[in-house]
């Protein structure tokens, strides 16, 4: 009944986090939870609430990776506010779910008569719990406030540690005490759920009779069980598709298109061995060289763009340096081809996928494209390419510019670039919408039960 995978999941939980990075970040584990409660789910509706708050919680721990990463490698003065946000965020969503879970799990085992002694475990494992999220949310915000040490002249909003500051001395030690005490805490809080959850395992009656309600529920409720299949897959491309994002900051996309297609390879598994969709697992393969040419392009932009320093002064241009490829336009198209070659596998990817779901065999109008379906497809195309030139388009300006040594030339270059990074933002919020009202329109052409059997 997936227990095992939310155990899993629930590990992922206990390790500290150090300032932002979360050594193993959560987001996996609420994965593993969401996979794990799928049918637990149908059987309680507190245990839907722990699974909805497990989706929020992956999306707020995904967001954490990039931008946590950023702060602390950029602008550390945003550590403390930014900790803050993120501990109280964790620490609502993370008390939520385990009070839903743990709360579901008592119901149930109330319900079907069990031994007292799982009820005791699970109140044991529900103070643990508890106590533990309020815990990891405090002291992973806890040491940052040191920061602020003593302030030398008026208040300062970028809090760096600079050496005037005699509490900020302390803070390192603190931040080594915090991670050993979370740590502590956290494998004790494992020990704790991982008890109750085991005995409730290796209770073969209660794990039958939950099977049995399931099959039950799935039988009875043929089209909800379709409309859950339906909307988590949804959902999971929607999430890909809001991580197609294209942000550059200091020349590193904060957003990879890796992320996104790790949620579309999740996708299509699920769409494959929940929805029967055989024909999406020939695409399998295409997401190798997908990920590889993602990985690729976010280097060589990097590398290329990191090492390009030019700087003008009123109408003179100074070149300080230029890497050997972008000091001619002979070899951009080296360049070119792979950023073009992956969203073109990538665009073959959606057409495949928005198939899979019009030929479901209890989707009904199979023949029929909507106005949303049309506006999804013409708004990814715009995004594509305008996400394309946006890649490859600093190292055209480059180049050019180099070549020509002359300031217009630059700005013209830069023109066309602001232009294509206005056209990339407009598109992705068209296609964003028309996702979403495209989505919706598959989850409403759901048939209902008397219309399957028939």
Not at 11 to 35: E, K, Q, S, T, Y
Request: proline fraction near 2%.
């Amino acid at each position: 009944m997936g227990i095992i995978s939310v155990f899993i999941g629930i590990l992922f939980f206990m390790n500290p986090c150090f300032r932002l990075l979360d050594f193993l970040p959560d987001v996996i584990g609420c994965i593993l939870i969401i996979a794990g409660t799928s049918k637990l789910a149908v059987i309680d509706h507190r245990i839907e609430n722990a699974r909805r708050y497990a989706v929020y919680y992956a999306f707020v721990s995904f967001m954490k990776i990039p931008l946590g990463f950023y702060i602390f490698t950029h602008e550390q003065g945003y550590l403390l506010p930014a900790t803050f946000v993120f501990s109280v965020l964790e620490g609502m969503l993370m008390v939520g779910f385990f009070v839903s879970l743990i709360g579901g799990f008592q119901y149930l085992l109330s319900r079907e008569n069990c031994d007292d002694k799982h009820l005791k475990l699970s109140e044991n494992a529900s103070v643990v719990c508890f106590i533990f999220a309020i815990a990891r949310a405090v002291v992973s915000f806890a040491p940052e406030i040191l920061s602020l040490g003593k302030q030398k002249d008026s208040f300062d909003y970028n809090f760096t540690a600079t050496a005037d500051m005699n509490a900020a001395y302390a803070k390192p030690y603190a931040e080594i005490l915090a991670f050993v005490i979370i740590l502590i805490f956290g494998i004790y809080c494992a020990f704790v759920i991982g008890r109750f959850l085991t005995a409730m395992r290796r209770d073969r009656d209660f794990i039958a009779s939950l099977g049995a309600r399931y099959d039950k529920y799935a039988e009875d409720n043929v089209e909800t069980m379709n409309l859950r299949k339906v909307r988590f897959a949804l959902l999971l491309f929607f999430l890909a598709v809001l991580l197609w994002f294209n942000q550059i900051l200091d020349f590193v996309n904060i957003i990879p298109n890796t992320f996104s297609y790790v949620f579309m390879i999740l996708g299509t598994v699920y769409m494959i061995k929940k929805l029967v969709c055989e024909k999406l697992r020939s695409t399998l393969f295409v997401y190798i060289p997908l990920i590889a040419l993602s990985v690729y392009n976010n280097m060589v932009q990097y590398s290329l763009l990191s090492s390009t320093d030019i700087d003008f002064i009123y109408d003179h241009m100074i070149v300080k340096k230029v890497p050997v490829m972008l000091q001619s336009t002979g070899d951009l198209w080296r360049l070119m081809i792979p950023i073009v070659v992956e969203y073109v596998l990538l665009a073959a990817l959606v057409v495949s996928i928005c198939k899979a779901f019009d030929s479901l065999e209890f989707i009904r109008d199979k023949d029929t494209v909507s106005i949303f379906e049309i506006l999804f497809g013409i708004g990814t195309a715009a995004y594509f390419v305008s996400c394309c030139y946006v890649y490859f388009g600093q190292f055209i300006r480059t180049a050019n510019t180099f070549v020509s040594q002359k300031l217009d030339v630059y700005v013209k270059y830069d023109s066309i670039l602001s232009l294509f990074e206005w056209i990339n933002l407009i598109s992705f919020i068209i296609v964003l919408y028309a996702a979403y009202r495209y989505g919706h329109d598959v989850f409403v052409r759901v048939k209902a039960k008397g219309e399957i059997e028939e």
